[in-house]
């Protein structure tokens, strides 16, 4: 080791808001390096303003700054904290970007602050598309036939040069930002206006669209020594983002040939360039001929990283800071394996499945269309014995409505005609995987490689699975035998899609496959190749086996179930929120299990629990763990709405579920349960009713006036929640509302305007209140909660109000029997207070409220719902001197055609929260943090209603006054010009002018 023996204190920058390109995957990687810098006695300091971040929580580094990941702010930590060292690799785009601007401006060699691990100068050349180039060329590698340019017209220049179509890439840039493939110079031209306005340099480079895309995870010290970790195969070819692909590790379709070539061929690169530490490599290659191109290569953890890492149990953050302070692969030990040293290479006797989990829905009018931006806002993992098997683990994982590949609910693609069938599948959309399905009994494999360039053998192994559900079919109930049964199971078919085929209910079917001796066998993810004893506690299930690799032990344990993949409403926060579950039961004696199969969350880091299940959160693989397991019980109150919903089938099955009873948790949840309750109790709240039928909704939102609120049962982030403002959008409205919970009665409530709405996040033992936070929103009642800006402690609250809603929320957990972690949401108007909805379970803005008050509430509902004695807490928010401010994160520039207007359905994709002596700085921290820039020369103003253009009236002409030139919507130009204020008019796009 060379570099540690100077360095005392790090900088770690971690990389903020999650955002379509950048999710969760950061959290597991800084998480992973403080513990790693840690251990060998270095002091950490972290700038992230994400405060529901793992990585920002009190026992990991020595100091957390909720600051926006701006070059003016690091320097101000720098000036004040000294560190020695800078971490750089561990925060995504965004921390790479900043320490890229903070070593152009000197900051970085001003402060003698040395960058740890791979050079600025390594970084800019991976960064920099010609200077990237430049560098592949030296050692006489292939990347497309490409053009650096610095202009619109230097790029239409160069695509001439290179000939249509072309593709387009833009440098430090996230997620596939700004790219795209184009055929047509006019809508060249008109992408190149957009993408100069946030970034300066774009690259044009020749089409490979429709070869392989094949990726390398590689490892090097800074003695030279480079492994790959493993190599990944996407399913989807060329031309879409790996992001947005169906990935599937390690490769299945390459020749050894191609492999071993690849894999030379990264280290070379990676040893050229000169990356201490992890990375990622890109290669395009053509199935027919077996020419490559290198496409890129990125100099730092990535979401590929973390799958790597998921996959192959390796633990890749971790060697990659242990590597930054100058250790050799040689000298170090792998803490997963605990047999092998860091440079042991994994294998792999399983197959891993990633798909992204897309939220498209959320979006008015946004494109389906999927290509080499990312849309995604989350993925899955499964892992399987079979391709066939993992895949349609996977695609259940998504909790898109999908039992599988097959057996589903009616899929469009199904009813589509020949010719649309055919477009879908040369033009993909997020629901492409069920199309080439559909695709398998209508036309030939031949054909549909041709139309998507997916490799035939994946291609052979869907139409597997088609045939095996049209068997399935034929036997019927009648001629069910256990071969065929078995056979299924192996294939990756749930008991919930057996039974579809055969006609039997999914309990039916799992009590027939155990009758018959069919249950699934636990496994490790060994990637010794047998070679050395296994000891990983990562582990999954399959009906690829004939016995357990682990068993049961007669130690006490509780499952923790986590939050499936983040999605629009679930993110981050929940993980928290698990983690912290698991960290409180192990404190307490407990062994833990945790399920989750989300390869970006630190929940299913090595080093959490005892056990970790990386499998499906179903009803049925709940059940087949707690049946091996034999634990105390299930806690699924701290990962969302995904394991809540499985509450009360877990507890009819027999299964036995910690804190407040599923009984209660459906009184809460059903909407219909939930208002009567309210009723009588007496407790006000929006006139409502359950929707039976059409006419009277109708007769119902008349008598009580428009605008109403529609709000299905079991949902999250306000799925189908919609405001309805005549009959028309209240028949299209209900009938979406239906379509999303069927299963659930849908109520309509009165919706009252001009409302504010505040929340209570608490914490109650056996029905009495024990420790609760009230937060306001600073936008008013009709923005989702989720899609708000939170204040705590409330600024413009009434004290009467927040009385109020603490002798309501008193109420409401006395008759629930509420015993765990709850959240309640009211609407405030001229001081009446009304209750909206109430979830018995952990919120959102936990990990927020937990880190400003300093009382983490998770803990003490842990401790809790375990019966631990714990002595009262009375604390107050007016007690705090300071004021924390949580703001939504919007990724509205990523999908194409959104209508980026906020609404009661939940559109952000994550948050920030920070601190401050008041609530403008706090509040002016938090914006920038999510990207907020102040305009430099023209604003648009659509004011909104009369009050707000009165208020708005003395800012507009300060406006003026700093020379920014004012556009303005017909009745804010109308007012502003009354006033005597110079405006310039413009129109809606939609507006026939």
């Known amino acids: 080791m060379s570099s540690a023996t100077q360095v005392r204190k790090v900088l770690l920058l971690g990389s903020g808001a999650l955002t379509i390109g950048q999710a969760g995957e950061f959290d597991y990687s800084g998480s992973q390096a403080i513990k790693a810098l840690k251990e060998e006695g270095l002091a950490v300091v972290l700038i992230n303003p994400n405060i529901a971040t793992v990585q920002t929580s009190e026992a990991l580094a020595e100091r957390i700054y909720f600051l926006p990941l701006m070059p003016y702010f690091v320097e101000r930590v720098i000036e004040r904290e000294k560190p020695d060292g800078i971490l750089l690799g561990f925060g995504g785009q965004t921390a790479l970007n900043c320490g890229v601007e903070l070593f152009r401006r000197g900051v970085l060699e001003r402060h003698g602050v040395k960058i740890l691990g791979t050079s600025i100068e390594t970084i800019i050349d991976c960064e920099d598309r010609q200077r990237f180039v430049e560098r592949l060329q030296e050692i006489d590698l292939p990347v497309p036939r490409s053009m650096a340019c610095e202009s619109p017209e230097e790029a239409l220049r160069a695509a001439r040069k290179i000939g249509y179509p072309v593709m387009v890439r833009v440098a430090y840039a996230l997620g596939g930002l700004g790219s795209g493939l184009f055929a047509e110079e006019a809508v060249l031209r ?254 030939p494999l031949e054909k549909i490689a041709e139309l998507t360039h997916i490799d035939p ?89 004939q016995e357990d690799d682990v068993v049961a032990d007669d130690r006490p344990k509780v499952i923790v179930l986590g939050s499936g993949s983040y999605r629009i409403g679930s993110s981050v926060e929940f993980d928290w929120c698990c983690v912290n579950t698991v960290q409180t039961l192990r404190s307490l004696g407990y062994q833990t299990i945790m399920i989750n199969y989300n390869p970006e969350t630190v929940s299913t880091d090595y080093d959490l629990g005892d056990r970790l299940y990386f499998d499906e959160l179903s009803f049925e693989r709940v059940a087949d763990i707690y049946e091996k397991e034999k634990p105390q019980g299930l806690i699924l109150s701290m990962g969302g709405q995904i394991p809540n919903n499985l509450a009360l089938k877990c507890q009819e099955y027999g299964l036995r579920v910690l804190g407040t009873s599923p009984t209660d948790i459906n009184r809460a949840e059903n909407r219909h349960l939930f208002s009567a309750l309210l009723d009588e109790l007496q407790i006000d709240q929006p ?20 605008p109403v609120l529609i709000r299905p049962s079991y949902v999250l982030s306000g799925a189908a929640m919609s405001v309805a403002l005549n009959d028309a959008e209240l028949v299209a409205y209900l009938e979406k509302a239906s379509q999303v919970s069927p299963e659930y009665p849908v109520v309509i409530s009165k919706f009252i305007e001009n409302a504010k709405e505040i929340e209570l996040d608490g914490v109650a033992r056996e029905g009495e209140l024990f420790v609760y936070a009230i937060c306001e929103h600073v936008e008013n009642a009709g923005v989702h909660s989720g899609d708000a800006t939170l204040v705590l402690p409330p600024q413009r609250t009434y004290l009467e109000t927040t009385r109020r809603m603490k002798r309501i929320s008193r109420q409401i957990a006395r008759a629930l029997q509420i015993h765990g972690p709850f959240n309640i949401q009211f609407i405030a108007k001229d001081n009446e207070v009304k209750v909206i909805e109430c979830n018995l379970r952990a919120s959102r803005s ?148």
């Open 687 to 706: 006139p409502w009713k359950e929707l039976t039928d059409l006419e009277s909704a109708k007769q119902f939102a008349r008598e009580v006036g428009y």
């Open 457 to 545: 053998w994946f291609l052979a192994r869907i139409k597997n699975i088609v045939s095996l559900a049209d068997r399935l079919r034929q036997a019927g109930r009648e001629n069910l035998s256990r071969e065929l049964l078995l056979e299924a199971k192996k294939l990756g078919f749930s008991d919930k899609q057996i039974g579809l085929a055969v006609g039997l209910g999914e309990l039916e079917v799992r009590q027939l496959r155990q009758s018959l001796g069919i249950r699934p066998w636990i496994k490790q993810i060994d990637t010794l190749a047998a070679e050395y004893p296994a000891r990983t506690n990562y582990l999954y299930l399959t009906y690829n086996g």
């Open 190 to 443: 008109e992408h190149l206006k957009k993408a100069f306005t946030f970034t300066n340099q774009v690259l044009v480079e020749e089409c490979v669209e429709g070869w392989k895309e094949i990726e390398y995870e590689v490892i090097r010290d800074a003695f030279d020594n480079c492994i790959t970790i493993c190599n990944m195969e996407n399913l989807d070819p060329m031309g879409i983002h790996t992001g947005e692909s169906i990935v599937v590790a390690p490769s299945q379709t390459l020749s050894n040939q191609e492999y071993h070539r690849l894999r030379e061929i990264a280290i070379r690169v990676v040893r050229h360039l000169g990356v201490v530490g992890e990375c990622n490599i890109q290669f395009a290659l053509n199935p027919a001929s077996g020419d490559y191109r290198i496409i890129e290569v990125n100099p730092r953890l990535s979401r590929s990283s973390a799958l790597a890492s998921k996959a192959t149990g390796y633990p890749l953050a971790f060697m990659a800071a242990k590597l930054a302070l100058g250790f050799s692969l040689i000298e170090l030990e792998n803490p997963i394996t605990r047999q092998t040293r860091a440079c042991f290479e994994p294998a792999l006797d399983y197959v891993t499945v990633k798909i992204p989990r897309w939220d498209l829905n959320k979006f008015r009018r946004a494109s389906r269309k999927i290509g080499s931006e990312m849309k995604s806002v989350g993925e899955v993992m499964a892992i399987g014995r079979s391709f066939e098997e993992a895949l349609q683990k996977a695609l259940r994982m998504l909790q898109v409505g999908r039992y599988g590949l097959v057996l589903n609910p009616l899929e469009v693609s199904e009813s589509l005609s020949q010719e649309e069938l055919e477009e879908e599948l040369k033009q993909p959309t997020d629901r492409r995987i069920f199309a080439v399905a559909a695709a398998t009994r209508r036309l």
């Open 846 to 993: 936990f990990p927020f409220v937990s880190k400003i008050f300093k009382l983490n509430f998770v803990d003490i509902a842990t401790r809790l719902i375990m019966g631990e004695d714990l002595a009262p807490i009375d604390k107050s928010c007016f007690e705090l001197d300071y004021v924390g401010v949580k703001a939504p994160q919007f990724s509205f520039t990523r999908i194409k055609g959104a209508d980026p207007v906020l609404s009661v359905e939940m559109t952000s994709t994550g948050e920030v929260a920070c601190l401050g002596d008041s609530f403008d700085e706090a509040f002016l921290k938090a914006l920038l943090s999510v990207g907020f820039t102040f305009p430099e020369k023209n604003i648009l103003l659509s004011t909104g209603p009369f009050e707000s253009k009165a208020l708005f009236l003395p800012l507009a002409k300060k406006l003026l006054e700093m020379g920014y030139e004012l556009y303005a919507t017909p009745g804010t130009h109308d007012f502003m010009k009354y006033h005597g204020l110079r405006t310039t008019l413009v129109f809606s796009p939609l507006s026939p002018r």
